[in-house]
T-cell receptor
Framework: DAGVIQSPRHEVTEMGQEVTLRCKPI?????LFWYRQTMMRGLELLIY????????DSGMPEDRFSAKMPNASFSTLKIQPSEPRDSAVYFC???????????FGQGTRLTVV | DAKTTQPTSMDCAEGRAANLPCNHS???????VYWYRQIHSQGPQYIIH???NNETNEMASLIITEDRKSSTLILPHATLRDTAVYYC??????????????FGAGTRLAVHP
């Protein structure tokens, strides 16, 4: 398996623009997570999907952030409108079951100018 | 919030064993202990996890105390490539039987020649 695949790897956008980050989980995994990492706040869990359903979105910072999982092999994280403080590395992770290891993608480095 | 306490940083000589401690005094009976590491800006990499018994795999060993209030990750023969931030995580359960992985600040391990 190719692992968790995220795209794009790097994104530079202007403030106010819409940004969409994409994630393809490992085949057969039924849980998917979106994390955000900054120097100030470390790794923060944004949202958790199980069987394509959002289970916990308490980490989503604002209404500007939204996440979807239309099927088991694809998820998106959208920021609209983007702001400079959204600049971070966004990671997607997936796992099979509950008490198992989660595998992370290589992340998307977002820069909002 | 993370439920673990780790030293901020540690050093280890190449070829020696690296022993990374973690305190999780509030752990509950059905909560697992996970260890991940993050090398530079890559995605976190799963190392090992366990519930009660000690665990070993090709990467490391996990020693969990009998009262489960602390654990130690052991890298038996550290190499320069093991320089990374190591995260000890206790799965955080919430309603519905799900659990999520909340990262703390981790331990920055420096392996030197």
């Amino acid at each position: 398996d190719a692992g968790v695949i995220q795209s794009p790897r790097h994104e530079v956008t202007e403030m106010g623009q819409e940004v969409t980050l994409r994630c393809k989980p490992i085949s057969g995994h039924n849980s998917l997570f979106w994390y955000r990492q900054t120097m100030m706040r470390g790794l923060e869990l944004l949202i958790y999907f199980n069987n394509n359903v959002p289970i916990d979105d308490s980490g989503m910072p604002e209404d500007r952030f939204s996440a979807k999982m239309p099927n088991a092999s694809f998820s998106t994280l959208k920021i609209q409108p983007s702001e400079p403080r959204d600049s971070a590395v966004y990671f997607c992770a997936s796992r099979r079951g509950q008490n198992t290891e989660a595998f992370f993608g290589q992340g998307t480095r977002l820069t909002v100018v | 919030d993370a439920k673990t306490t780790q030293p901020t940083s540690m050093d280890c000589a190449e070829g020696r064993a690296a022993n990374l401690p973690c305190n999780h005094s509030t752990i509950s009976g059905n909560e697992y202990v996970y260890w991940y590491r993050q090398i530079h800006s890559q995605g976190p990499q799963y190392i090992i996890h366990g519930l009660k018994n000690n665990e070993t795999n090709e990467m490391a060993s996990l020693i969990i105390t009998e009262d489960r209030k602390s654990s130690t990750l052991i890298l038996p023969h550290a190499t320069l490539r093991d320089t990374a931030v190591y995260y000890c995580i206790v799965s955080l359960p919430f309603s519905g039987g799900y659990n999520k992985l909340i990262f703390g600040a981790g331990t920055r391990l420096a392996v030197h020649p």
